[in-house]
C-alpha cells in the first residue's frame, strides 16, 4: 500500500517544529527572527529565491506583525527541511519527528484502508448508540470527527462543533463535515476544494485525505445492518512500503488489536529483497513477526525500538560494505 505525500501547507500539523500559522501569529517577532537566521543557510533552501522570501516573510512579521499567508507552505517547507537537517546534516534523508498523535492517526486511516469494518470498531468507543445510526452515514461519521479529533489534538482556536447526534440527517452530517474540512484548509491559507456539481462531500474528504498524506479512503466499501452487529473483525497485520530515513528499515504501530507496519522501501536491505517476490514474502513475514513480537512487550518498547534502529544499520551495512 502507498500513500500520498502530505503537501507543505500541511506540513504543521504532522511535524515537530514546523509552525501552525496561529503559533506564528501568537509570537511574530521570534519566529520572524528565526526566518532572518536561516536566509544563509543554502542547505535548508528549497529555491533560488528562498533567500529573499524569508527575508520578506521576515520583515512582515517583525515589522508590523503580519504574517504574508500565500507565501506559508513555501515557509513550512523550509522548517520541515531545518528538522530534517537536525537528524541527518549531510543528506537530509531522515524523516522529522512526527507530532504526538500523528503516528496514531496515520495508523488507523492505514488499517481502515485494508479492513474498513475497524471504523465500527473504533467509532463504538466514541460514540452512544453507533447501532441506531444508518450504516450510510458511517464513512461521513467516521471522517469527520476524525479530523475533529485530529485539530483538537492541537488545540487549535475555534475548531467547528461536530455534532454525532445528527449523523442521521444526511444533509446536516454532510454540512458539519464540510465545514470542519473548510476550517481545516483556510488555517494553512488555502481556499478549500470546490465540490463538483453532482458530487457528494466524500469527494471532499478524498481530497483532504490525499493533501494530509493519509491513504484513500475506502469509500467502495459499503456498510450494512450485519456489519453492525458482528463483532470486532480479525486482527491482522497491514503492510505499507514507504520512505523512511535511512538506516530505519521498519516501524510499526498497534491499532485495535491490529499492526501497522511501514517497511522503508529506501532501505538497501529491503530493495534488494523486493527484487523477487519469493524473498519479497519472506521479508514481510519476517518483519511482520518481529512488528508482533514487539507489540506483546509493551514495557520494553525504548529498548525494541533501538533494537530494530540497529538491526536497520548493520543490514544496511551488510547489504552495502561500501557504505
Not at 538497501?268 to 517476490?277: D, G, L, M, V
Amino acid at each position: 500500500m502507498q500513500t500520498a505525500e502530505t503537501i507543505p501547507e500541511f506540513l504543521c500539523y504532522r511535524y515537530k517544529g514546523v509552525r501552525r500559522v496561529d503559533q506564528i501569529l501568537a509570537n511574530p517577532v521570534h519566529f520572524g527572527w528565526k526566518c532572518r537566521k536561516y536566509q544563509n543557510w543554502k542547505e535548508i533552501q528549497n529555491a533560488p529565491d528562498d533567500k529573499q522570501l524569508l527575508l520578506k516573510f521576515a520583515d512582515a512579521l517583525i515589522d508590523r506583525a503580519t504574517l504574508s499567508i500565500e507565501y506559508f507552505g513555501r515557509i513550512s517547507g523550509i522548517f520541515y527541511n531545518v528538522q530534517r537537517w537536525r537528524k541527518d546534516k549531510q543528506e537530509l534523508a531522515d524523516e522529522p519527528d512526527p507530532l504526538p498523535g500523528w503516528v496514531e492517526l496515520e495508523s488507523l486511516l492505514n488499517v481502515v484502508a485494508e479492513n474498513p469494518r475497524i471504523v465500527i470498531q473504533r467509532l463504538e468507543k466514541e460514540i452512544p448508540h453507533l447501532n441506531q445510526i444508518p450504516p450510510s452515514a458511517l464513512w461521513e461519521l467516521f471522517y469527520g470527527w476524525t479530523i475533529q479529533q485530529m485539530l483538537k489534538a492541537h488545540k487549535m482556536p475555534g475548531v467547528p462543533d461536530f455534532d454525532t447526534t445528527v449523523a442521521a440527517e444526511k444533509e446536516k452530517l454532510d454540512h458539519q463535515v464540510g465545514r470542519l474540512i473548510h476550517f481545516l484548509y483556510s488555517s494553512v491559507g488555502l481556499t478549500c476544494p470546490a465540490l463538483p456539481n453532482g458530487s457528494s462531500v466524500q469527494t471532499l474528504i478524498s481530497r483532504a485525505c490525499e493533501e494530509l498524506g493519509f491513504p484513500a479512503p475506502r469509500f467502495d466499501y459499503v456498510f450494512e445492518s450485519a456489519d453492525l452487529a458482528h463483532g470486532p473483525p480479525p486482527k491482522g497485520i497491514v503492510i505499507r512500503y514507504a520512505k523512511l530515513g535511512p538506516l530505519q528499515l521498519m516501524k510499526a504501530a498497534e491499532v485495535e488489536g491490529h499492526i501497522h507496519l511501514v517497511i522503508n522501501e529506501d532501505h538497501e536491505f529491503a530493495k534488494a529483497a523486493a527484487k523477487e517476490e519469493r524473498t519479497k514474502a519472506l521479508l514481510e513475514t519476517f518483519l511482520s513477526a518481529l512488528a508482533e513480537a514487539i507489540q506483546k512487550l509493551p514495557a520494553q518498547k525504548d529498548t525494541l525500538d533501538a533494537l530494530t534502529s540497529y538491526l536497520g544499520v548493520i543490514l544496511k551495512r551488510k547489504n552495502n560494505p561500501k557504505s
